[in-house]
């Protein structure tokens, strides 16, 4: 597709469960991003791919989550024993080359934790 | 660290009228700066960034912001605004060498017919 594509747009799921959130970036995009939004907020970063390798992870809030990026085009993010404080909107983006700032940005994933 | 504050959580204008978003950002060295549009339940798009050079900066949509380092602002500028460009504006500042970019918590633009 034209852009960056992110699935499920929505997902809901019961506190303890674990979920699985995928990133399909434009093709080629060398930089890929993970980003945090709750309600009312801006963006909090999470995580950046440069191709396969995973530069900074900084941003990820406990060891519950974890992102891969195996083959350098496809991302997925995972978020173990989901809690309540989960709930927001992730956000991928992706950039043309090392950039190492988002570019373009997919609509999201709007987890709910029940 | 860095960090980003946008002043003004809520602007409402008219449509026609000019626009100016505020934001000031903390950082010891030279910014990255951007700044991005957010529509309800979608992803952001980039407006425009700054990354050296020339300190007025154009963007899409008619839009343009001016770097001022004696003020630690990059304010994002309209000279008329358009029905369609009510939406969420988020101002974001990055390091060079780091992968995340910092963003403030946005300013809603509502437009007045």
Redesign the interface.
């Known amino acids: 597709g034209a852009g ?1 594509s992110q699935s499920p747009r929505y997902k809901v799921a019961k506190r303890g469960q674990d979920v699985a959130l995928r990133c399909d970036p434009i093709s080629g995009h060398v ?1 890929l ?1 993970w980003y945090q939004q709750a309600l ?6 999470l ?2 791919f ?1 191709n396969e390798a995973q ?2 992870k ?2 990820l809030p406990s060891d519950r989550f974890f992102a891969e990026r195996p083959e350098g085009s496809v991302s997925t993010l995972k978020i173990q024993r989901t809690q309540q404080e989960d709930s927001a909107v992730y ?1 991928c ?1 992706s950039s043309p080359d090392r950039a ?9 994933t709007r987890l709910s934790i029940l | 660290a860095q960090s980003v504050t946008q002043p003004d959580i809520h602007i409402t204008v008219s449509e026609g009228a000019s626009l100016e978003l505020r934001c000031n950002y903390s950082y010891g060295a030279t910014p990255y700066l951007f700044w991005y549009v957010q529509s309800p339940g979608q992803g952001l798009q980039l407006l425009l960034k700054y990354f050296s050079g020339d300190t007025l900066v154009q963007g899409i949509k008619g839009f343009e912001a001016e770097f001022k380092r004696s003020q630690s602002s990059f304010n994002l500028r309209k000279p008329s605004v358009h029905w369609s460009d009510a939406a969420e504006y988020f101002c974001a500042v990055a390091t060079g060498n780091a992968g995340k970019s910092t963003f403030g918590d946005g300013t809603t633009l509502t437009v007045k017919p």
């Open positions: 960056v930089s991003f009312g907020q801006g963006p909090e970063f995580t950046y440069q530069l900074d900084s941003g956000l983006a190492r700032q988002p570019q373009h940005f997919g609509d999201g």
